[in-house]
C-alpha cells in the first residue's frame, strides 16, 4: 500500500519561490565587482530567476544543457543558481583559480553552451574562448552601458541586456527530482578534474540538512556571508539554505581580504559566516593590532580544510563566536560532519568541550560513514584506531560525469581521508591519505604537526610535508610563513614542539618560506610545495 501524500517532486524552483512568497522582503546584499553594494530582496530575486529562465529559454536552450559561470559570490551568480537550474538546465560553476588550460578542458568536457562571467574574469574569457569550443554564447555578468567594446568574446552581451527585456513571469517546469541540477568539478591536483553532478534531490534534501539546528543552524533570524565561494561546492549549498529558511544573505564578491569580510560583517549585521582557515587567518590578521570587535556575528562555519585549534581559541576566547568545525568534500555535496556537542556534554570543563570542539564532527542524517583498514575491513570506534574514511547517502557521490570507472567501495564511497572515530560518534582527520607521512612503519598526522606550529605566536601559517629518509622512508618537515613583522628560529620553533607531540613526530626540520602555495580552492597545495623543495636536503 503507498502513502496517500502529494507526490511532489523536491525542485530547486521551489525554494526561491518559497523565499519569494514567505520572506519575500528578507534582504540580500552584494558587494560588487564594482565595488559598491548592491540590496535587494528575495522577491525580487525570484522576478530577475524567471527573468533568467526566460532568457535561456529565448536561447533556445534545452533541458539539461549547461550554463557555465565564472563569477564571484553576488546577486547575479544566486539568480543563475535558480534560473538555470530552476529551469530544468545544469549549472556549472567553473572554479576560476583554476589554471586556463584546465578551465578550458572542464568547459569542454562539460559541454557548456552559455558562460556568464563577472567582468573581473574578461581577460581570462579572452584567453580561453577559443578553445572553449562548446560555448555558443557568452554573458558579461554588468549592465549594458559596463559591456567592453572590441572584446573579441563572440556573441557577448551584457546580463541586464539578456535578461532586461524578458518577463518577471514563468512557469517553472515539473520534472523528476533527480534530474540534474549543478555541477562542480574537482580541483584535480592530479590528473584531469572530475565532475559531481548534483540533482535537484539531493540539492534540496542537503538544503534541508545543512539548515539544521546542529548542522549549520541556519535561520530566518540571521544575516548570514558565504565567504567560501559559489565556485565552490555551491558555496557549501548555502544560497539554497538561507532561501529555504529566509535567512538575510551577505555576498562579499570579490573582495575576500581580512579588513574588506570584517567591514561587511559590522555593517550588515552578519550574525553568521562561513568559510576556509585561510580566510579567517585574514581577517583575524587584521583585526588583532586595532583590537578589533564583532558587534553581531555569533557563529562561523570552518571546513575545506582542518581548522587549527589556535583559530577555535582565538574565536572562542578571544571574540566570543562559536566555530563550527565542518568536513565534506565537493563529491558530497558538500556537508559530510559537524561538530556540534551533545546533550550529556553539558556537564564537562570548557577543555573538555574543546577537544570535543576541534574534531571534525559527527556525521549528519543521510550521511553514513565508516573507518576501514587496507583489506576494507572496519574498524573500531575508539578515537584511537584510524583508516580509510567511507561514506555514503542521498547526497553522496554515486559515479562521476562520464567517468571511466565505478568510483564505489561495496555502495561506499571512499573519500581519500584517513581518520578516526570515537564512541560517541565524533570523527576526526588525521590526514589525507596522500599527506599522512610514513615514518618507520608508524604514520604522523601533518594536520597535527601543522596545528602545533600555527599555535606559535610568531606563525601565521605552517604545512608540513613528508621528505624521503634512508632509515625511516620519510620524516616531516615543516615550512612556516612567519607573521609580519615577527620572529621565531629554527630551533625554537622545533623547542616549541617538546611536549606537545611524541618525540619521534616533531619534524626534523623547518623550512622557513615567504608563502606556502595555495590552490584553487584556497587551500594548502602541498603537492606544489614539494615541487618547490624537490633540492632540499634534510639536516644531516
Ligand atoms: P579539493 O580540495 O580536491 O577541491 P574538496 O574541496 O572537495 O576537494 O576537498 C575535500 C577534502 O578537503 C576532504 O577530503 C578533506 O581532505 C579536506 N577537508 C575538508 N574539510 C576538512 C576539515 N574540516 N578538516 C580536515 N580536512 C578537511
Given at each position: 500500500?503507498?502513502?496517500?501524500?502529494?507526490?511532489?517532486?523536491?525542485?530547486?524552483?521551489?525554494?526561491?519561490?518559497?523565499?519569494?512568497?514567505?520572506?519575500?522582503?528578507?534582504?540580500?546584499?552584494?558587494?560588487?565587482?564594482?565595488?559598491?553594494?548592491?540590496?535587494?530582496?528575495?522577491?525580487?530575486?525570484?522576478?530577475?530567476?524567471?527573468?533568467?529562465?526566460?532568457?535561456?529559454?529565448?536561447?533556445?536552450?534545452?533541458?539539461?544543457?549547461?550554463?557555465?559561470?565564472?563569477?564571484?559570490?553576488?546577486?547575479?551568480?544566486?539568480?543563475?543558481?535558480?534560473?538555470?537550474?530552476?529551469?530544468?538546465?545544469?549549472?556549472?560553476?567553473?572554479?576560476?583559480?583554476?589554471?586556463?588550460?584546465?578551465?578550458?578542458?572542464?568547459?569542454?568536457?562539460?559541454?557548456?553552451?552559455?558562460?556568464?562571467?563577472?567582468?573581473?574574469?574578461?581577460?581570462?574569457?579572452?584567453?580561453?574562448?577559443?578553445?572553449?569550443?562548446?560555448?555558443?554564447?557568452?554573458?558579461?555578468?554588468?549592465?549594458?552601458?559596463?559591456?567592453?567594446?572590441?572584446?573579441?568574446?563572440?556573441?557577448?552581451?551584457?546580463?541586464?541586456?539578456?535578461?532586461?527585456?524578458?518577463?518577471?513571469?514563468?512557469?517553472?517546469?515539473?520534472?523528476?527530482?533527480?534530474?540534474?541540477?549543478?555541477?562542480?568539478?574537482?580541483?584535480?591536483?592530479?590528473?584531469?578534474?572530475?565532475?559531481?553532478?548534483?540533482?535537484?534531490?539531493?540539492?534540496?534534501?542537503?538544503?534541508?540538512?545543512?539548515?539544521?539546528?546542529?548542522?549549520?543552524s541556519?535561520?530566518?533570524?540571521?544575516?548570514?556571508?558565504?565567504?567560501?565561494?559559489?565556485?565552490?561546492?555551491?558555496?557549501?549549498?548555502?544560497?539554497?539554505?538561507?532561501?529555504?529558511?529566509?535567512?538575510?544573505?551577505?555576498?562579499?564578491?570579490?573582495?575576500?581580504?581580512?579588513?574588506?569580510?570584517?567591514?561587511?560583517?559590522?555593517?550588515?549585521?552578519?550574525t553568521y559566516a562561513?568559510?576556509?582557515p585561510?580566510?579567517w587567518q585574514?581577517m583575524l590578521?587584521?583585526m588583532k593590532?586595532?583590537?578589533?570587535r564583532f558587534?553581531?556575528l555569533r557563529r562561523t562555519v570552518i571546513?575545506?580544510?582542518?581548522c587549527p585549534p589556535a583559530m577555535i581559541h582565538a574565536f572562542n576566547n578571544d571574540y566570543g563566536v562559536e566555530v563550527l568545525h565542518a568536513?565534506?568534500?565537493?563529491?558530497?555535496?558538500?556537508?559530510?560532519?559537524l561538530c556540534t556537542l551533545?546533550?550529556?556534554h553539558?556537564?564537562l570543563s570548557d577543555d573538555e568541550k574543546m577537544k570535543i570542539r576541534l574534531k571534525?564532527g559527527?556525521?549528519?542524517?543521510?550521511?553514513?560513514?565508516?573507518?576501514?583498514?587496507?583489506?576494507?575491513?572496519?574498524?573500531?570506534?575508539?578515537?584511537?584506531?584510524?583508516?580509510?574514511?567511507?561514506?555514503?547517502?542521498?547526497?553522496?557521490?554515486?559515479?562521476?560525469?562520464?567517468?571511466?570507472?565505478?568510483?564505489?567501495?561495496?555502495?561506499?564511497?571512499?573519500?581519500?581521508?584517513?581518520?578516526?572515530?570515537?564512541?560517541?560518534?565524533?570523527?576526526?582527520?588525521?590526514?589525507?591519505?596522500?599527506?599522512?607521512?610514513?615514518?618507520?612503519?608508524?604514520?604522523?598526522?601533518?594536520?597535527?604537526?601543522?596545528n602545533?606550529?600555527v599555535a606559535?605566536?610568531?606563525?601565521?601559517?605552517?604545512?608540513?610535508?613528508?621528505?624521503?629518509?634512508?632509515?625511516?622512508?620519510?620524516?616531516?618537515?615543516?615550512?612556516?610563513?612567519?607573521?609580519?613583522?615577527?620572529?621565531?628560529?629554527?630551533?625554537?620553533?622545533?623547542?616549541?614542539?617538546?611536549?606537545?607531540?611524541?618525540?619521534?613526530?616533531?619534524?626534523?626540520?623547518?623550512?622557513?618560506?615567504?608563502?606556502?602555495?595555495?590552490?584553487?580552492?584556497?587551500?594548502?597545495?602541498?603537492?606544489?610545495?614539494?615541487?618547490?623543495?624537490?633540492?632540499?636536503?634534510?639536516?644531516?
Open positions: 500500500m503507498l502513502g496517500l501524500m502529494q507526490n511532489q517532486p523536491m525542485l530547486i524552483s521551489s525554494l526561491i519561490e518559497f523565499a519569494a512568497r514567505h520572506h519575500g522582503d528578507a534582504e540580500i546584499v552584494s558587494r560588487r565587482v564594482e565595488g559598491d553594494i548592491h540590496r535587494y530582496t528575495y522577491r525580487e530575486a525570484a522576478q530577475r530567476a524567471r527573468q533568467v529562465a526566460n532568457a535561456l529559454d529565448a536561447l533556445n536552450l534545452e533541458f539539461s544543457d549547461r550554463v557555465a559561470t565564472l563569477a564571484w559570490n553576488g546577486y547575479r551568480h544566486f539568480e543563475l543558481y535558480y534560473g538555470v537550474s530552476g529551469s530544468g538546465r545544469v549549472l556549472h560553476t567553473i572554479n576560476p583559480r583554476l589554471h586556463p588550460e584546465q578551465i578550458a578542458w572542464i568547459a569542454n568536457h562539460a559541454q557548456d553552451q552559455v558562460l556568464c562571467f563577472d567582468l573581473s574574469f574578461l581577460p581570462l574569457v579572452q584567453a580561453v574562448h577559443a578553445k572553449c569550443t562548446s560555448i555558443r554564447h557568452y554573458i558579461a555578468l554588468c549592465d549594458a552601458d559596463k559591456l567592453p567594446a572590441d572584446s573579441g568574446i563572440p556573441n557577448l552581451q551584457s546580463y541586464e541586456n539578456w535578461i532586461g527585456g524578458q518577463p518577471s513571469r514563468y512557469d517553472w517546469p515539473v520534472f523528476d527530482e533527480n534530474t540534474a541540477s549543478s555541477m562542480c568539478y574537482t580541483s584535480g591536483t592530479t590528473g584531469n578534474p572530475k565532475a559531481a553532478l548534483y540533482s535537484h534531490r539531493s540539492s534540496t534534501l542537503h538544503a534541508y540538512a545543512a539548515a539544521l539546528p546542529d548542522v549549520m541556519i535561520s530566518a533570524r540571521d544575516a548570514i556571508l558565504p565567504v567560501v565561494p559559489m565556485f565552490h561546492v555551491n558555496a557549501w549549498g548555502m544560497p539554497y539554505s538561507a532561501a529555504l529558511t529566509g535567512a538575510k544573505l551577505v555576498f562579499p564578491g570579490p573582495a575576500m581580504d581580512g579588513k574588506s569580510v570584517y567591514e561587511l560583517i559590522e555593517s550588515e549585521k552578519v562561513a568559510g576556509v585561510t580566510v585574514m590578521t587584521h593590532p586595532g583590537g578589533l558587534s553581531t571546513g575545506g580544510s582542518a568536513w565534506g568534500m565537493t563529491e558530497m555535496s558538500p556537508l559530510g560532519t551533545k546533550n550529556k553539558d556537564s571534525q559527527r556525521v549528519i542524517y543521510g550521511v553514513d560513514m565508516k573507518i576501514v583498514d587496507g583489506g576494507g575491513e572496519e574498524l573500531p570506534w575508539d578515537g584511537k584506531t584510524y583508516g580509510d574514511l567511507l561514506v555514503k547517502g542521498p547526497w553522496i557521490i554515486r559515479e562521476y560525469f562520464q567517468g571511466e570507472s565505478d568510483p564505489l567501495v561495496n555502495g561506499w564511497f571512499p573519500t581519500g581521508d584517513v581518520a578516526t572515530i570515537d564512541a560517541d560518534g565524533y570523527m576526526q582527520i588525521t590526514d589525507r591519505s596522500k599527506d599522512v607521512i610514513k615514518s618507520g612503519g608508524e604514520w604522523i598526522s601533518s594536520i597535527d604537526i601543522e602545533i606550529a606559535h605566536p610568531a606563525v601565521l601559517m605552517a604545512a608540513c610535508i613528508g621528505v624521503a629518509h634512508p632509515k625511516w622512508d620519510e620524516r616531516p618537515i615543516i615550512a612556516v610563513v612567519k607573521k609580519p613583522g615577527m620572529d621565531v628560529s629554527r630551533d625554537e620553533l622545533l623547542a616549541f614542539y617538546e611536549g606537545k607531540t611524541a618525540k619521534w613526530q616533531i619534524p626534523d626540520d623547518v623550512v622557513f618560506v615567504d608563502a606556502i602555495p595555495l590552490g584553487a580552492t584556497g587551500k594548502m597545495l602541498k603537492t606544489r610545495l614539494r615541487e618547490l623543495l624537490k633540492d632540499y636536503q634534510l639536516p644531516a
